[in-house]
């Protein structure tokens, strides 16, 4: 940034650029009476900060959309695991029904062996991932408050939910029927 009279004569300066920093409200005054400046350029760069805000907003969220189709699709592989499994102990569940079990007792161990199955799925999966983050937290010298173990217990706490939902579905069906059905079959 130097005046032009500190140019020597045989280098002047065929361009000459200049940055303001105004207030958002004099920017359309500024236009108009840089209009009549023969061959002045004006440009405007909240506009290019407003599409990069955008674009930074879009990319952040592209994680999290990641993170919930992953959600989606963990859900249903338990959903469907748990599904599988309990249709192959009908034979199981008709025989104890058949030696005396009531349905509700069949159904509550069913319940109690899919919640522990999920309490230990989630504690493997999100044990994983806290440690992984931990590692990360410590190579890239981040706070430790910036762990959310609140959104880990918060998934934990999914991976039972789902289980037991997938398990009560299931098994409610295949703990009504009646065990000779189930057993001529079998």
């Known amino acids: 940034y130097a005046p032009i009279a500190s140019f020597p004569e045989s280098r002047i300066p065929s361009n000459v650029s200049a940055i303001v920093d105004i207030d958002e409200d004099f920017v359309p ?11 002045a350029f004006l440009f405007d760069t909240a506009f ?6 955008s674009l930074l907003g879009t990319f952040t969220a ?23 499994t309990t249709m192959e102990r009908r034979g199981e569940i008709a025989v104890m029904k058949a030696v005396g ?10 319940l109690m062996e899919n919640g522990v199955l999920g309490i230990i799925g989630g504690l ?10 931990l590692n990360l937290v410590n190579t890239l010298e981040v ?4 762990i959310p173990i609140g959104v880990a217990l ?25 065990p000779l059905n189930v057993l001529r079959y079998e």
């Open 29 to 39: 005054e500024l236009r108009r009476e840089m209009s009549v400046v023969p061959g």
């Open 48 to 53: 290019i900060t407003a599409i990069l805000n």
């Open 62 to 84: 592209f994680p999290t959309l990641v993170a919930i189709l992953g959600l989606i699709v963990g859900g249903v592989v338990i959903a469907n695991s748990v599904a599988l």
């Open 101 to 110: 079990l009531q349905r509700e007792r069949v159904l509550g161990m069913i």
């Open 124 to 133: 493997v999966g999100v044990g994983i991932g806290l440690i992984v983050l």
């Open 143 to 146: 706070p430790r408050s910036s």
């Open 154 to 178: 918060l998934l934990m706490g999914l991976c039972v939910v789902v289980s037991l939902v997938a398990a009560i579905t299931t098994a409610w069906n295949a703990s009504g029927e009646k």
